[in-house]
């Protein structure tokens, strides 16, 4: 394949980009979008945030506007993401107990439902475990509901949209450590009381280098008979950007249960890391190293 789709898609995967969804009319972005990447996630519109900004008023217009995009496309959408402890509305940020345990459970059930028949796969539930060697939930308002909140999450956007995969996503998770294992058994869990749960997404948010075991990591996921998917993948510059890039794709590719990978923007300068310049194309559109990197990979074998 030319292009990553392309490229991608020989191989029975999807590439991704994250879309600002107010970037769609700049000509140079929606070009590359549309000749490179057969899957979109809304880097910000359809977070709590932005869908319920007032409890029971929804706002689906920015999400609404990437679904349109995307179908008139042939992308494929990631939802991002129902439950998170950040960017929540400032009215649940004050809210705890069964009060705020139903408004985020009506929430799901709301924003699930509008876009139903409409998303491949949801993050249900974003970042939820601790940073460190604990391997234990993080601490926040929607934790402190009781530990079955998660569960809880996923049953409900089952029942709202059947069709849609359902994920776990997370960072820091790019090797077998104690914060990808306390996600495991979850995991484990899950699957075994029938809590329904299909994917995870790792992040893949990378420095200078890959954990050694990335592959590894995956594999051991999908052997618990989930999906995974590489889903914020961007890299710091520096001499081996390329390199990781590379490496994050063969690992995908070596997982038959990895079914795509997605970067966490379009251009570096639409990437969050900034100065990072942390993705596939530079600021002017051209395409870097780390894209031949990835293409390569893509279409090797
Ligand atoms: O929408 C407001 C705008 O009205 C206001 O004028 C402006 C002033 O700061 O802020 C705007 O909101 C910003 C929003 O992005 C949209 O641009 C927020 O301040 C800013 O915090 C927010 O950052 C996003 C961040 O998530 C929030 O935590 C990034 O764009 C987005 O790339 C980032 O994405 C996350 C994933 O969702 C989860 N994984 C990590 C990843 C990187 O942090």
Partial sequence: GTTLKAAAAEKGRYFGAAVATGKLSTSAYTTI?????????????????????????????????????????????????????????????????????????NHVTQVATHFRGKIHSWDVVNEAFADGGSGARRDSNLQRTGNDWIEAAFRAARAADPGAKLCYNDYNTDGINAKSTGIYNMVRDFKSRGVPIDCVGFQSHLGTSLAGDYQANLQRFADLGVDVQITELDVMTGGNQATIYGSVTRACLAVSRCTGITTWGVRDCDSWRGSDNALLFDCNGNKKAAYTAVLDALNAG
């Avoid at 000749?35 to 979109?40: K, T």
């Avoid at 945030?49 to 706002?59: I, K, L, R, S």
């Fill in 33 to 105: 979008l549309n000749r490179e990447f057969n899957s979109v996630v809304a880097e910000n519109e359809m977070k709590w945030d932005a869908t319920e900004p007032q409890q029971g008023q929804f706002n689906y217009g920015g999400g609404d506007r990437l679904v349109s995009h995307a179908q008139a496309n042939g992308m494929s959408v990631r939802g991002h993401a129902l439950l998170w402890y950040q960017q929540q509305p400032g009215w649940a940020q004050g809210m705890s107990g069964s009060a705020l345990r139903n408004a985020a459970i």
